[in-house]
Nanobody, 115 residues
Framework: RLVESGGGAVQPGGSLRLSCLVS???????????MGWYRQAPGKQRELVAD???????TYADSVKGRFIISRDNSQKKVYLQMNNLRPDDTAVYYC????????WGQGTQVTVSS
């Protein structure tokens, strides 16, 4: 039900835009969701990096504040994560999910930042 895409390999300072499709959700089901982007680096726990409420209020982890932007398109049932000025420590598998009553996790999308 959660399909993440847009990852890849970039050099430090580069940008990527991740997309998350909440499939099988209809507009009226998706639009109230408080959605978030998480990431899990090798050997580390999954962490929340950005979230967006139904009224589009956004919150960011300190590590990504000023570099990442989360947004949503309710008509497309999608959540996006624009990642700018990427750093090697942003390397991780990125996932999206609801913050409360999470859905089954998707496969995520790999982001690798390396020179």
């Amino acid at each position: 039900r959660l399909v993440e895409s847009g990852g890849g390999a970039v050099q430090p300072g580069g940008s990527l835009r991740l997309s998350c499709l909440v499939s099988r959700a209809i507009f009226s089901t998706f639009s109230p969701f408080h959605m978030g982007w998480y990431r899990q680096a090798p050997g580390k726990q999954r962490e929340l990096v950005a979230d967006i409420t139904s009224d589009r209020t956004t919150t960011y982890a300190d590590s990504v504040k000023g570099r990442f932007i989360i947004s949503r398109d309710n008509s497309q049932k999608k959540v996006y994560l624009q990642m700018n000025n990427l750093r090697p420590d942003d390397t991780a598998v990125y996932y999206c999910n609801k913050l409360s009553q999470p859905l089954p996790w998707g496969q995520g999308t790999q982001v690798t930042v390396s020179s």
